[in-house]
């Protein structure tokens, strides 16, 4: 496929887009399949009936703003990509939650928090060293999070001749490090869906918004070759990718209780008195 002038131009515009936050809704020409579950409504569930909510990786807020109606007045937010913190403090500020900024995967890396701190932490497609989250939680504290799995938008990949940028992010990896650190896995459970790109100006907006699945140094005119196959792809189209999620639930233990003395198996017994 060869394309003309005015469509590379559009294209270099696409890319020279600086998006912040995280919302994908006004890519018209892209679409994927809902997963078997609701994290949305697993997250409302829990935020109603928690105290003190920790939100992990917030981006722009926008996913934690729509809970606002029922999470609780102790609530927070960590944002690590340091555009989004001035998005997600714009945003959540005004609803009475904080923001702080923070980088899970940034060198010695800790949630500034005191242990036992939060009663729910979530964590939708954010990175989160599970024995740090363990430390946050109060016992019987709850942990619940989304992630994109390994195998995600691997046909963009091979486009590109790059391989996955997270090969370890998998529910196995994942439940193993979370038993480990001391939790209870409750509910679990991964999908392989579909994606489909229906114009190429939503495809290059969305590697703006999620720039590890392209390379590095994207550009039309260096990557041409593969840019014009797959808008060949999409005006065949649509152009279909494979998608990745899986999500957890998992609790803290309980806090443990000194033994007490069952009273009611002396009930019917005389016990022996000393004289004195």
């Given at each position: 496929?060869?394309?003309?002038d005015a469509t590379l131009h559009s294209w270099r515009t696409a890319l020279a887009e600086d998006p912040l936050g995280w919302d994908f809704s006004e890519l018209r020409g892209y679409a994927e399949e809902d997963t078997p579950w609701r994290f949305d409504t697993v997250a409302r569930n829990l935020a109603q009936v928690s105290h003190h909510l920790l939100d992990l990786g917030t981006?722009?807020?926008?996913?934690?703003?729509?809970?606002?109606d029922v999470t609780p007045d102790d609530t927070v937010a960590t944002e690590g990509w340091a555009p989004n913190v001035p998005v997600a403090t714009q945003r959540?500020?005004?609803?009475?939650?904080?923001?702080?900024e923070y980088n899970p995967e940034a060198p010695g890396a800790s949630l500034p928090f005191a242990p036992g701190r939060f009663d729910l932490v979530l964590a939708r497609h954010e990175a989160f060293d599970?024995?740090?989250v363990f430390r946050v939680l109060s016992p019987g504290g709850t942990f619940a999070t989304q992630q994109v799995g390994a195998d995600d938008l691997v046909e963009v990949l091979e486009a590109f001749g790059l391989e996955?940028?997270?090969?370890?992010?998998?529910?196995?990896?994942?439940?193993?490090?979370?038993?480990?650190?001391?939790?209870?896995?409750?509910?679990?459970?991964?999908?392989?869906?579909?994606?489909?790109?229906t114009d190429m100006i939503s495809f290059l907006r969305f590697l703006r918004r999620?720039?590890?699945?392209?390379?590095?140094?994207?550009?039309?005119?260096?990557?041409?070759?593969?840019?014009?196959?797959?808008?060949?792809?999409?005006?065949d189209g649509p152009f279909e990718v494979g998608m990745s999620r899986f999500w957890l639930l998992a609790r803290t233990p309980e806090a443990r209780t000194p033994p007490v003395t069952d009273f009611s198996k002396l009930l019917g017994e005389t016990p022996d008195v000393p004289q004195v």
């Open positions: 496929m060869t394309v003309d981006g722009g807020g926008e996913f934690l703003s729509a809970l606002a959540l500020e005004p609803l009475g939650i904080e923001v702080v599970a024995a740090d996955p940028p997270y090969p370890d992010v998998t529910l196995q990896n994942i439940e193993r490090e979370i038993t480990s650190a001391g939790f209870r896995v409750e509910r679990s459970d991964a999908f392989r869906g579909r994606a489909v790109f999620v720039p590890w699945i392209a390379p590095a140094d994207l550009d039309v005119d260096r990557h041409r070759d593969v840019l014009e196959a797959i808008a060949q792809r999409i005006d």
